[in-house]
């Protein structure tokens, strides 16, 4: 499928922000990359175009009803100008799995990476050469029929849009403090926690307010059947280290399989660090961190990557981890990561894909 390219004027071209004062999600580059789909037809019409606002009929499914699936990945530059992915198939599979579970329409994968990659070099000048700092990129997918009654669409628009980011956190790379719901819960069993849809994100709103204006950086979510069991931390999947071991809960379905979890699973294997994927509870959480048997936490995520967890609130009570500090392999997770991503070292799982 072949990708037709129309360029922004040079006019309408905007000035590229200062790179050490970028935040998250504040800045987008001048193209987008749109696709549409029909039923019995197929995808057609794919273009790299300016960027623009959509235009909806105000039935456009997605509105009504929740058909809208999105990922979230980056493009890194190196040292001597190359740009990098990171992972990029491993977000491309994830977003058709999710396209499944909701009736959408699945992309094929040859053509999402051939738009991406096109997509990044147009916009090459927007991939930041301040020291961690990266382009975000959001692929997405909306359902656009016009019809009111609930059924899956019949059409669908897929668009890639991207932006330089800095830290996710205002904070940067340092511990983050995180409120254990007890009230509510992200996912339930059979529902769609294992997915990246827009409706698991909205759920998650209120209880997220509620931690913020606690002081609380993000939630801690429990499983929705007992309230006991831990799940994941807010936009990230959640590790705790327990004597010699790594803890995790495990992928069974009320959890989204991270890509950054992923890889953190395999280099720790890499390093001979013993990793446990395995069901634990609040419970066992807080009694580790009285028997100072837990040495350290962290959350991990594509837009912060790892983040330390310092302190934790559970039961109107405060604990800290590591004295509310970095820990040791939290911190190296990061770095080892970060270097990968950005060419600084050797790659042994081939996870670095050079595009320019």
């Known amino acids: 499928m072949k990708i037709k390219i129309i360029e922004a004027l040079p006019k309408y071209l905007k000035p590229k922000p200062d790179e050490k004062k970028l935040g998250f999600g504040q800045h987008f580059t001048d193209h987008m990359f749109t696709m549409k789909y029909l039923e019995g037809d197929g995808w057609y019409d794919p273009v790299i175009e300016p960027y623009h606002y959509l235009q909806l009929d105000p039935t456009a499914m997605c509105l009504h009803y929740g058909q809208e699936?999105?990922?979230g990945l980056k493009a890194y530059r190196g040292k001597n100008d190359e740009i990098y992915l990171f992972r990029p198939m491993e977000n491309i599979r994830r977003m058709n799995v999710s396209a499944e579970r909701l009736c959408m329409a699945p992309i094929d994968e040859t053509v999402f990476l051939d738009a991406l990659k096109q997509f990044v070099l147009l916009e090459k000048e927007w991939v930041p050469r301040e020291a961690g700092a990266s382009l975000y990129i959001r692929p997405t997918m909306i359902a656009t029929e016009r019809a009111l009654g609930v059924h899956p669409s019949r059409e669908y628009l897929f668009f890639i849009i991207a932006g330089p980011v800095g830290a996710y956190y205002a904070h940067?790379?340092?511990p983050t403090k995180i409120f254990v719901t007890e009230e509510y819960v992200r996912a339930a069993p059979g529902g769609t926690g294992n997915?990246?849809?827009?409706?698991n994100y909205a759920m998650s709103l209120y209880a997220s307010r509620i931690?913020?204006?606690?002081?609380y950086t993000q939630v801690l979510w429990l499983d929705a059947r007992e309230?006991?069991?831990?799940?994941?931390?807010?936009t990230s999947n959640i590790f705790f280290v327990i004597g010699d071991q790594l803890v995790t809960p495990p992928l069974s379905g009320t959890i989204l399989p991270g890509v950054t979890r992923d890889s953190v699973i395999k280099l720790a294997a890499h390093?001979?660090?013993?990793v446990d994927e395995r069901r634990l509870t609040i419970t066992e959480?807080?009694?580790a961190i009285e028997k100072g048997t837990l040495k350290e936490a962290f959350a991990t995520g594509t837009a912060a990557v790892i983040s330390p967890v310092g302190q934790i609130y559970y039961h109107k009570k405060e604990y800290l981890i590591h004295d509310g500090k970095t820990g040791p392999l939290a911190e190296r997770?990061?770095?080892?990561?970060?270097?990968?991503q950005y060419g600084n070292q050797e790659d042994p799982f081939g996870w670095r894909m050079q595009i320019a």
């Open 195 to 199: 997915i990246k849809s827009a409706g």
């Open 227 to 234: 309230n006991h069991y831990v799940e994941e931390v807010g």
């Open 69 to 71: 699936i999105f990922e």
């Open 172 to 174: 940067g790379f340092g």
């Open 333 to 340: 997770f990061y770095n080892e990561i970060v270097q990968i």
């Open 211 to 215: 931690a913020s204006d606690m002081g």
């Open 271 to 274: 390093l001979g660090i013993n």
């Open 285 to 287: 959480v807080i009694d």
